[in-house]
């Protein structure tokens, strides 16, 4: 049971981070009046860049902290 609610928590929080830059910029993109002509501040694929390589570092390193049945490969 507690699987799935570890599951069912990183699929919500997943959906919340990329959901809502993507909201935000479209809420700010249109009160904006003036043409900007181009990307100003952080995009939405920074954003997501940033959270794969979060996910990716941290389950490389979650990956050799619990491989071997507890012990630390070098």
Do not use: W
């Amino acid at each position: 049971m507690l699987h799935v609610k570890r599951l069912l928590f990183i699929t919500v929080l997943l959906v919340c981070l990329t959901a809502l830059p993507v909201l935000a910029q479209d809420a700010a993109s249109t009160t904006t009046t003036a043409d900007s002509g181009g990307a100003t501040g952080i995009t939405t694929l920074v954003i997501l860049a940033g959270l794969g390589a979060m996910f990716a570092v941290g389950g490389m390193i979650y990956m050799k902290e619990n491989s071997k049945n507890g012990k630390e490969v070098d």
